[in-house]
Each structure stands twice: as C-alpha cells, then as structure tokens.
C-alpha cells in the first residue's frame, strides 16, 4: 500500500449498491483470467444512475463518453455515506480496483463492501470525518496522506482529517487477508 495516493476524484452520493458499481449482468466474467479481470473494470459503476442522490450536477461519467476503455481516468472515488450497501457482492471492490480506482473515501461503508476490499487488498477503503461529497468535486486533483490521515484538495486547497485505518492497514499492505496471514506465519508460504 502507498503511503501517498494521489489521483483524480469522481464524487458519488449515498447509498451506492454493489449492483450500481457491477450490475449483476457482468458477473459472467471471472476475475482470476486476466482478459476477463479487464472486462470488470470496463463495466465498474456502469449502473449507477444519473440522478443517484448526492450526486453533482452535469454528472460526468465514470468512463469517457465515446471510448471503449477499461480503465477510468478517475483512481479516488469520494462517497458519501452507506457506500457498497446490497448484496455481498465480492466483485464491487474488483470492478473498482480494474478500472484503476485505488482508494475510496466515504462517510461510511456497508460492512460486506468494506471487508471484501480489505480482505482482498484490491484498493484502500478510508472514511472521513465530514461530508466529502459535498466539498470535493468529479475531476478535483486529491492526495492522500495515509500516515498523516489527510486528504488534501489540490484543485481548492482544503485539507480534511481522514479515520485511521487501524488493525485492517497491515492486511491492506500485505495485499489482502491471505497474503497477510503468510506473512505473519498463519498459513504457509
């Protein structure tokens, strides 16, 4: 895990569902073959619909209208709160984490979203201790600051005081929850 994670943000509202970042339609793809792992990426957050509440408006798209790309230009998502909520739908943190997203920051997670990011060590989960959603906008240039527990908005300037990832930063680090447990002598190498 990077210390420093600067990118680009896309700004979602409340309450986005695991159907809404993968529709249930793209599940057909398994994550373990590269060329389909691609495929996740393309369709991440294709069913999040235009007037989900909080979001901006002129909402942009998550992938550029016109193109057939896997990869967004937007790497940090800003959510507000309940992000991931629905069924326990493992592939929403691989879908994110295809497209290039490598962190989310939201108000709070549903729990099953939150886990199967960590457990899978497929991108950083960070919650905030104020609306983000609200003060940060799509195609704001972010930098996250891990070991200060920052996001600073290079676009405005503001600097916001991030939660603390705690006992899930070692399995965040390490790659995800296998990973970890060979690295601390729980499985076998």
Same mark, same amino acid.
Do not use: W
């Given at each position: 895990m990077q210390s420093r994670i600067e990118g680009v943000a896309y700004v979602l509202g409340d309450n986005v569902d695991t159907d809404q970042i993968i529709p249930a339609q793209y599940l057909t793809y398994n994550p373990s073959i590269p060329a389909e792992f691609k495929m996740f990426g393309k369709f991440a957050?294709?069913?999040?619909?235009?007037?989900?509440?909080?979001?901006?408006? %002129?909402?942009?798209?998550?992938?550029?209208? +016109?193109?057939?790309?896997?990869?967004? =230009?937007?790497?940090?998502?800003?959510?507000?709160?309940n992000f991931g909520c629905g069924s326990s739908r493992e592939h929403a943190p691989i879908a994110l984490a295809a497209a290039g997203v490598v962190a989310v920051v939201a108000e709070f997670y549903a729990r099953i979203f939150y886990r199967n990011a960590v457990n899978g060590g497929y991108l950083v989960p960070l919650e905030s201790k104020v609306r983000l959603a609200d003060r940060v906008c799509t195609g704001d240039k972010v930098v996250i600051d891990?070991?200060? %527990?920052?996001?600073?908005?290079?676009?405005? +300037?503001?600097?916001?005081?991030?939660? =603390?990832?705690?006992?899930?930063?070692?399995?965040?680090?390490?790659?995800?929850?296998f990973p970890y447990a060979q690295k601390v002598g729980m499985l076998a190498k």
């Amino acid at each position: 895990m990077q210390s420093r994670i600067e990118g680009v943000a896309y700004v979602l509202g409340d309450n986005v569902d695991t159907d809404q970042i993968i529709p249930a339609q793209y599940l057909t793809y398994n994550p373990s073959i590269p060329a389909e792992f691609k495929m996740f990426g393309k369709f991440a957050l294709i069913g999040v619909p235009d007037d989900q509440a909080g979001l901006p408006k %002129g909402h942009v798209p998550f992938h550029p209208p +016109g193109t057939d790309e896997f990869v967004s =230009p937007y790497t940090i998502i800003i959510g507000g709160k309940n992000f991931g909520c629905g069924s326990s739908r493992e592939h929403a943190p691989i879908a994110l984490a295809a497209a290039g997203v490598v962190a989310v920051v939201a108000e709070f997670y549903a729990r099953i979203f939150y886990r199967n990011a960590v457990n899978g060590g497929y991108l950083v989960p960070l919650e905030s201790k104020v609306r983000l959603a609200d003060r940060v906008c799509t195609g704001d240039k972010v930098v996250i600051d891990i070991n200060a %527990g920052t996001l600073t908005n290079t676009t405005t +300037g503001e600097v916001t005081e991030l939660l =603390p990832l705690g006992e899930v930063g070692p399995i965040i680090e390490a790659g995800g929850v296998f990973p970890y447990a060979q690295k601390v002598g729980m499985l076998a190498k």
